[in-house]
């Protein structure tokens, strides 16, 4: 009885029900029951009466013009599918299928979208293209007729979109590409198929399971858009979610209902393309290939005429990409005055935009100076900045972390209970829940749930009051990247050897002991790749941060929102210098990531230890010869 005992309380158990317990309570309290709120607040609205009618918010729907928010999303999503996979599949061709000049300087031009996104890629393009942009400012000046307010609603988010969804064909596809067997393609040659008729008959065939992946991505991105049609001025779900969760009925008939309406509908749309998709993964598809399979060749394009074409087109669509990105840079260095012109001073060039404060002067209507202390403040000088960017720090690091802990120890039950298939199964699925939603959704529920004292799983403390809401926003942030860490750390399990498992069971080791010694160890530069891919996207994240939107819980990417309206109040006087100077902070950030992920983590044993190999040799060349000279002349 006592060896039983002794069995039921040893860490590894005690760790074990810990875990189930803590992941029961995870996914009841902040899964599962705040979104089953907010389906069932939308058949708890009251009328005018103050009696309960469930069908009030759905009758407003139909008859009213809340209709327009759900066309006009599923508008944009729709023409995004084509804009984004014609530019995407076009980018992917030009630098990984046609021999192009310059390809290699294209594709870091096209990837550019990798390092910057979301609030940050919307304010580079307002910058050329909004009413007082820079190229619209020259527009303005060549032709006094044109439309100043040209760059917004839905042409400017389409456009905007357009060429920031393309970062995931850059990644996926091209991937796809360098995978096709090259004895294919030349097989198809020898035949005396034309070039465009292998692309068309042999290749793009071949890219289709990817490129259904990659249109149903693309299309929930459009459904569920925000910062742009935020910024740009688009009547879309998400920003009217956002707006109806910060109103009251004081103002407009049950704003919260509505909102919760809206929500459980960009959820339909997203659960029903997500079982499309899973349906269409399901089927398989294989592409036969030979035995030895073959590089992929670079494919001239004979015709001169198509060659200047498409050399033309790459070209155009490098500029686009690099164009915002160049004059960030560029501005992030100049001035105010420079700024606010939005012209080049070659004698404007500062570092004020980043570090430092300048007082003001200016001369008022009066024709009296007048000097405002502090006016000017860079980056890491402004308290509110800076405060933005601890914040989203902390939050970012705490979040991705936290996801990471979580899938790595369910993956690791998963992995364990390969024979009880059921509980590996539902722990699995409960992971991939927040996927069936749109992340507006459970932010919102997350809002309306928590603001409450009468929440008995959460100490009846009000989560949204105050401090709280950074909690708040932790979670929201830890449960939306689940599904996304779950995918890609469970991959790295499967590189773990069973037999070592069974070596170190041999050796006396106990469950606990194998994971950290054995597993850990082996799947850690997997899981330091999801933890810095997490903290990327969060660090600038503006959805999630927006809906919550409370005086305590503002983060980096709110700030740089609202730098435009503190220019306009006069609040920071180079507050547009200062944005400018954010995304190039953000730009070095995600490089930074990126490199760490994509290059450095990328490498395998061979690859290291031949740049380890280059390094000595490099050394040895530099400072060999002088070490032997010393000695010669110590002799």
Same mark, same amino acid.
């Given at each position: 009885?006592?060896?039983?005992?002794?069995?039921?309380?040893?860490?590894?158990?005690?760790?074990?029900?810990?875990?189930?317990?803590?992941?029961?309570?995870?996914?009841?309290?902040?899964? *599962?029951?705040?979104?089953?709120?907010?389906?069932?607040?939308?058949?708890?609205?009251?009328?005018?009466?103050?009696?309960?009618?469930?069908?009030?918010?759905?009758?407003?729907?139909?008859?009213?013009?809340?209709?327009?928010?759900?066309?006009?999303?599923?508008?944009?999503?729709?023409?995004?599918?084509?804009?984004?996979?014609?530019?995407?599949?076009?980018?992917?061709?030009?630098?990984?299928?046609?021999?192009?000049?310059?390809?290699?300087?294209?594709?870091?031009?096209?990837?550019?979208?990798?390092?910057?996104?979301?609030?940050?890629?919307?304010?580079?393009?307002?910058?050329?293209?909004?009413?007082?942009?820079?190229?619209?400012?020259?527009?303005?000046?060549?032709?006094?007729?044109?439309?100043?307010?040209?760059?917004?609603?839905?042409?400017?988010?389409?456009?905007?979109?357009?060429?920031?969804?393309?970062?995931?064909?850059?990644?996926?596809?091209?991937?796809?590409?360098?995978?096709?067997?090259?004895?294919?393609?030349?097989?198809?040659?020898?035949?005396?198929?034309?070039? %465009?008729?292998?692309?068309?008959?042999?290749?793009?065939?071949?890219?289709?399971?990817?490129?259904?992946?990659?249109?149903?991505?693309?299309?929930?991105?459009?459904?569920?858009?925000?910062?742009?049609?935020?910024?740009?001025?688009?009547?879309?779900?998400?920003?009217?979610?956002?707006?109806?969760?910060?109103?009251?009925?004081?103002?407009?008939?049950?704003?919260?209902?509505?909102?919760?309406?809206?929500?459980?509908?960009?959820?339909?749309?997203?659960?029903?393309?997500?079982?499309?998709?899973?349906?269409?993964?399901?089927?398989?598809?294989?592409?036969?290939?030979?035995?030895?399979?073959?590089?992929?060749?670079?494919?001239?394009?004979?015709?001169?005429?198509?060659?200047?074409?498409?050399?033309?087109?790459?070209?155009?669509?490098?500029?686009?990409?690099?164009?915002?990105?160049?004059?960030?840079?560029?501005?992030?260095?100049?001035?105010?005055?420079?700024?606010?012109?939005?012209?080049?001073?070659?004698?404007?060039?500062?570092?004020?935009? %980043?570090?430092?404060?300048?007082?003001?002067?200016?001369?008022?209507?009066?024709?009296?100076?007048?000097?405002?202390?502090?006016?000017?403040?860079?980056?890491?000088?402004?308290?509110?900045?800076?405060?933005?960017?601890? *914040?989203?720090? *902390?939050?970012?690091?705490?979040?991705?972390?936290?996801?990471?802990?979580?899938?790595?120890?369910?993956?690791?039950?998963?992995?364990?209970?390969?024979?009880?298939?059921?509980?590996?199964?539902?722990?699995?699925?409960?992971?991939?829940?927040?996927?069936?939603?749109?992340?507006?959704?459970?932010?919102?529920?997350?809002?309306?749930?928590?603001?409450?004292?009468?929440?008995?799983?959460?100490?009846?403390?009000? *989560?949204?009051?105050?401090?709280?809401?950074?909690?708040?926003?932790?979670?929201?942030?830890?449960?939306?990247?689940?599904?996304?860490?779950?995918?890609?750390?469970?991959?790295?399990?499967?590189?773990?050897?069973?037999?070592?498992?069974?070596?170190?069971?041999?050796?006396?080791?106990?469950?606990?002991?194998? %994971?950290?010694?054995?597993?850990?160890?082996?799947?850690?530069?997997?899981?330091?790749?999801?933890?810095?891919?997490?903290?990327?996207?969060?660090?600038?994240?503006?959805?999630?941060?927006?809906?919550?939107?409370?005086?305590?819980?503002?983060?980096?990417?709110?700030?740089?929102?609202?730098?435009?309206?503190?220019?306009?109040?006069?609040?920071?006087?180079?507050?547009?210098?200062?944005?400018?100077?954010?995304?190039?902070?953000?730009?070095?950030?995600?490089?930074?990531?990126?490199?760490?992920?994509?290059?450095?983590?990328?490498?395998?044993?061979?690859?290291?230890?031949?740049?380890?190999?280059?390094?000595?040799?490099?050394?040895?060349?530099?400072?060999?010869?002088?070490?032997?000279?010393?000695?010669?002349?110590?002799?």
């Amino acid at each position: 009885m006592s060896q039983g005992l002794d069995r039921k309380l040893r860490p590894e158990t005690l760790l074990r029900v810990f875990g189930i317990a803590f992941f029961a309570y995870l996914f009841f309290g902040f899964m *599962l029951l705040p979104c089953l709120n907010t389906l069932t607040s939308i058949f708890r609205t009251k009328n005018a009466a103050g009696e309960t009618d469930p069908f009030a918010v759905i009758r407003f729907f139909l008859a009213g013009k809340m209709k327009r928010y759900v066309w006009n999303s599923l508008k944009l999503a729709i023409y995004l599918v084509v804009t984004v996979n014609v530019v995407g599949i076009s980018l992917v061709l030009l630098t990984e299928y046609f021999d192009i000049k310059g390809a290699r300087i294209l594709r870091m031009g096209y990837m550019t979208t990798m390092i910057y996104s979301g609030v940050a890629l919307v304010t580079g393009y307002m910058f050329l293209y909004a009413s007082d942009g820079m190229l619209t400012s020259l527009m303005k000046n060549a032709f006094p007729d044109f439309n100043p307010n040209w760059f917004s609603g839905f042409n400017a988010v389409l456009f905007t979109m357009t060429f920031a969804c393309t970062s995931n064909h850059m990644l996926f596809l091209r991937n796809a590409i360098r995978g096709i067997d090259y004895n294919t393609v030349e097989a198809a040659r020898n035949m005396g198929a034309r070039p %465009f008729k292998v692309l068309l008959k042999v290749v793009l065939p071949s890219l289709l399971p990817t490129l259904f992946s990659l249109t149903v991505m693309t299309f929930i991105t459009g459904l569920c858009a925000m910062s742009a049609p935020t910024l740009l001025g688009y009547d879309s779900i998400n920003p009217e979610i956002v707006r109806l969760a910060g109103s009251s009925t004081a103002d407009e008939a049950f704003p919260q209902a509505r909102a919760a309406l809206l929500s459980i509908i960009l959820a339909m749309f997203t659960i029903v393309l997500l079982t499309v998709l899973s349906a269409y993964e399901r089927k398989g598809h294989y592409l036969s290939v030979s035995k030895t399979k073959a590089k992929l060749q670079k494919q001239k394009i004979t015709n001169p005429v198509w060659n200047v074409i498409a050399h033309i087109y790459a070209y155009i669509l490098f500029i686009i990409y690099m164009t915002p990105v160049v004059m960030i840079i560029v501005f992030s260095f100049q001035n105010y005055s420079a700024i606010k012109g939005k012209r080049l001073d070659l004698n404007g060039w500062t570092l004020i935009n %980043f570090i430092g404060k300048q007082d003001y002067t200016y001369t008022n209507d009066r024709g009296r100076e007048k000097t405002v202390v502090g006016a000017i403040s860079g980056v890491f000088s402004n308290e509110k900045t800076l405060g933005g960017i601890k *914040l989203s720090f *902390l939050m970012s690091a705490i979040a991705a972390a936290l996801a990471c802990v979580i899938v790595v120890v369910a993956c690791n039950y998963i992995f364990n209970k390969k024979k009880s298939k059921l509980s590996g199964i539902v722990l699995e699925y409960s992971l991939l829940f927040p996927w069936l939603l749109p992340t507006i959704l459970i932010c919102y529920s997350y809002r309306t749930y928590f603001n409450s004292n009468d929440v008995w799983y959460v100490g009846n403390t009000n *989560l949204y009051s105050k401090e709280n809401v950074r909690f708040l926003i932790i979670m929201a942030y830890t449960v939306t990247k689940l599904p996304f860490s779950l995918r890609m750390i469970k991959a790295s399990f499967y590189a773990i050897d069973d037999e070592l498992q069974d070596a170190a069971r041999n050796l006396g080791s106990s469950g606990l002991s194998t %994971f950290l010694k054995v597993k850990l160890p082996i799947i850690l530069p997997s899981v330091l790749a999801v933890f810095a891919l997490n903290f990327n996207a969060l660090f600038t994240e503006y959805d999630m941060s927006a809906t919550f939107q409370s005086p305590q819980g503002i983060t980096y990417a709110m700030v740089i929102q609202g730098m435009l309206a503190d220019a306009t109040r006069g609040a920071n006087m180079n507050a547009l210098g200062r944005r400018c100077a954010s995304t190039v902070f953000i730009m070095i950030v995600s490089g930074i990531v990126l490199y760490l992920v994509y290059g450095v983590g990328s490498r395998d044993l061979g690859e290291r230890l031949e740049i380890r190999k280059r390094r000595r040799e490099r050394w040895e060349k530099l400072f060999g010869k002088t070490e032997k000279k010393e000695v010669n002349k110590t002799l």
